[in-house]
């Protein structure tokens, strides 16, 4: 029987962490589109208190981020090895390619945003979502 074969660690955790940035500002783009703006951070409401649709934007960015470095990990460690079934594969092509087209809809229309506000905010989005991804990756992988 013929010894199961699985990707480099160092590759997994690369995919992993490619995809959830790019996850990470999907989830950022179509957000932004629907009011929840990271932007809000360096605006103050009413009486001095940050709106709470920056903080679900965050928690949203950050927990798309993780779960998509974890799930990618597991899915590239089974692929090698040719644990990933064909119909699964052409499912998770056809969402992640659906989330891409509908955050590349979102970012090309105008944004209410200011220019400044909205790199900033996309810049964090950014960084949240590579820290994450590789939190997620690190995780799946070290039970392996």
Do not use: K, N
């Not at 360096?42 to 934007?57: K, L």
């Not at 590349?104 to 964090?124: D, R, W």
Request: charged share 10%; net charge positive; with cysteine.
């Amino acid at each position: 029987m013929a010894e199961a074969t699985y990707f480099p660690r160092h590759l997994v955790l690369a995919g992993a962490l490619v995809s959830g940035v790019l996850l990470a500002l999907a989830v950022h783009m179509l957000g932004a589109r629907y009011g929840l703006d990271l932007g809000g951070l360096w605006r103050t409401g009413p009486r001095g208190f940050m709106p709470a649709g920056s903080a679900v934007a965050w928690w949203l960015i950050a927990t798309v981020a993780f779960s998509s470095g974890y799930f990618v990990a597991m899915l590239m460690h089974r692929a090698a090895s040719g644990q990933l079934p064909e119909r699964m594969r052409q499912f998770l092509i056809a969402v992640g390619v659906l989330v891409l087209a509908g955050a590349g809809q979102a970012a090309s229309a105008p944004s209410p945003v200011p220019t400044m506000s909205s790199v900033l905010a996309g810049l964090a989005a950014l960084c949240l979502g590579a820290v994450m991804a590789f939190c997620g990756a690190h995780f799946a992988l070290r039970g392996i």
